[in-house]
């Protein structure tokens, strides 16, 4: 059931994963400074402020052999032990590290041109004179934002001894690909724990029809990185971008549940690491329970979740996406809702303004569902 659903969604029809329980999620807060309203989410920053973890003492540190002689993340460690082997059966606990991709070239161009041209005209074409953004790849800037991260990284595991992910997975779209292989290619990881990331096509950025969010095919992922592994299902060609219609943020949120779901019900360890996008993450945070914390590129987030079965089937909840209009010549202005105030009177349209695109047209049915833990 959950394979023959798993295709189904790469032709826009479906998301199930089959049980007769469902997860409700939520997020322990009062552990990271990215859990407090009272943190700058502009200013933080994750590689100067431990990831973010707050100093302080935890109720498992009576019972923690050498506290004294601990780092705060290696008594953190102990206590998210203490959580998982204290709870019922039901109840799992893991640490999420979500990270943003570094700065791609569709970033830079709608720093250049703007939001409102950006998002109504320029977006919507392949690039150019200057550059592509077609599944956009990493700037110069956006490289180096993936090699801070793994300098924290390295720091992180061989000062702060940092717990490290037991599983990694990266969005398919290059510029997650790129910042992943940078971030983690290299560290002093433990043999069991060793960096060959999942490619799940549920971590790509929110669908729009912007050019920036339409992967390549499987063939190219897999020759560009031959150590990463596709995920089972995953389509050779993208099936859900179209140019025409978006995703709406419910059809986001389900979506990323599903991903959740899959992610809790199927992998052991409590350490994942998830290379993503701003939109998300924003909608796993959502969908975790957490405040909003925008990340700028290449920036990370640790949430610690605790994710519980809950009895009786889940109903299946269907989201359907809608289309998009645009501007066929760079616009004045976009209004307060996101709609396009395109120049000459000129109405918006959903024609696209690249022609070779997929032809589907999603609409998804999801079942949040799960085995036991």
Same mark, same amino acid.
């Given at each position: 059931?959950? @394979?023959?659903?798993?295709?189904?969604?790469?032709?826009?029809?479906?998301?199930?994963?089959?049980?007769?329980?469902?997860?409700?999620?939520? %997020?322990?807060?009062?552990?990271?400074?990215?859990?407090?309203?009272?943190?700058?989410?502009? %200013?933080?920053?994750?590689?100067?402020?431990?990831?973010?973890?707050?100093?302080?003492?935890?109720?498992?540190?009576?019972?923690?052999?050498?506290?004294?002689?601990?780092?705060?993340?290696?008594?953190?460690?102990?206590?998210?032990?203490?959580?998982?082997?204290?709870?019922?059966?039901?109840?799992?606990?893991?640490?999420?590290?979500?990270?943003?991709?570094?700065?791609?070239?569709?970033?830079?161009?709608?720093?250049?041109?703007?939001?409102?041209?950006?998002?109504?005209?320029?977006?919507?074409?392949?690039?150019?004179?200057?550059?592509?953004?077609?599944?956009?790849?990493? %700037?110069? @800037?956006?490289?180096?934002?993936?090699?801070?991260?793994?300098?924290?990284?390295?720091?992180?595991?061989?000062?702060?001894?940092?717990?490290?992910?037991?599983?990694?997975?990266?969005?398919?779209?290059?510029?997650?690909?790129?910042?992943?292989?940078?971030?983690?290619?290299?560290?002093?990881?433990?043999?069991?724990?060793?960096?060959?990331?999942?490619?799940?096509?549920?971590?790509?950025?929110?669908?729009?029809?912007?050019?920036?969010?339409?992967?390549?095919?499987?063939?190219?992922?897999?020759?560009?990185?031959?150590?990463?592994?596709?995920?089972?299902?995953?389509?050779?060609?993208?099936?859900?971008?179209?140019?025409?219609?978006?995703?709406?943020?419910?059809?986001?949120?389900?979506?990323?549940?599903?991903?959740?779901?899959?992610?809790?019900?199927?992998?052991?360890?409590?350490?994942?690491?998830?290379?993503?996008?701003?939109?998300?993450?924003?909608?796993?945070?959502?969908?975790?329970?957490?405040?909003?914390?925008?990340?700028?590129?290449?920036?990370?987030?640790?949430?610690?979740?605790?994710?519980?079965?809950?009895?009786?089937?889940?109903?299946?909840?269907?989201?359907?996406?809608?289309?998009?209009?645009?501007?066929?010549?760079?616009?004045?202005?976009?209004?307060? @809702?996101?709609?396009?105030?395109?120049?000459?009177?000129?109405?918006?349209?959903?024609?696209?303004?690249?022609?070779?695109?997929?032809?589907?047209?999603?609409?998804?049915?999801?079942?949040?569902?799960?085995?036991?833990?």
């Amino acid at each position: 059931m959950r @394979n023959f659903c798993h295709n189904l969604l790469l032709l826009g029809l479906c998301i199930s994963l089959a049980s007769a329980s469902q997860i409700k999620y939520s %997020t322990v807060t009062g552990f990271f400074l990215q859990d407090l309203n009272t943190t700058n989410t502009t %200013t933080f920053d994750y590689s100067t402020q431990n990831l973010g973890l707050i100093n302080q003492a935890y109720d498992s540190d009576k019972d923690c052999p050498n506290v004294n002689k601990l780092t705060q993340w290696q008594k953190f460690e102990y206590q998210l032990a203490q959580l998982n082997h204290k709870s019922s059966k039901n109840i799992e606990y893991k640490l999420l590290y979500l990270g943003r991709h570094g700065e791609g070239w569709h970033n830079a161009a709608e720093t250049f041109y703007g939001t409102p041209a950006w998002n109504c005209y320029w977006a919507e074409l392949d690039g150019n004179a200057s550059a592509s953004w077609v599944d956009a790849k990493l %700037t110069a @800037n956006g490289i180096a934002q993936a090699q801070k991260a793994h300098n924290f990284w390295a720091n992180a595991i061989s000062v702060q001894r940092i717990p490290t992910p037991n599983k990694f997975y990266t969005s398919p779209l290059s510029r997650c690909l790129a910042t992943a292989n940078i971030t983690f290619t290299g560290l002093n990881l433990p043999k069991k724990k060793k960096f060959v990331p999942v490619v799940k096509e549920y971590l790509r950025e929110g669908m729009s029809i912007h050019t920036c969010n339409w992967r390549s095919n499987k063939t190219y992922i897999q020759n560009t990185y031959p150590g990463f592994k596709v995920e089972s299902g995953f389509s050779e060609f993208d099936n859900l971008w179209n140019g025409v219609t978006s995703e709406t943020s419910t059809a986001q949120d389900l979506r990323s549940k599903a991903l959740l779901d899959d992610i809790f019900s199927s992998e052991k360890g409590s350490y994942h690491s998830c290379t993503s996008h701003s939109g998300e993450v924003a909608s796993l945070l959502r969908v975790l329970g957490h405040i909003p914390f925008s990340l700028s590129t290449g920036a990370i987030i640790p949430v610690l979740v605790k994710a519980e079965i809950l009895s009786g089937s889940a109903l299946a909840t269907s989201a359907t996406w809608t289309a998009s209009a645009h501007c066929t010549v760079p616009p004045v202005t976009s209004i307060s @809702n996101g709609a396009c105030v395109c120049p000459s009177s000129a109405a918006p349209v959903t024609t696209p303004l690249v022609l070779e695109q997929p032809t589907v047209s999603p609409s998804f049915t999801f079942v949040a569902s799960t085995k036991a833990f």
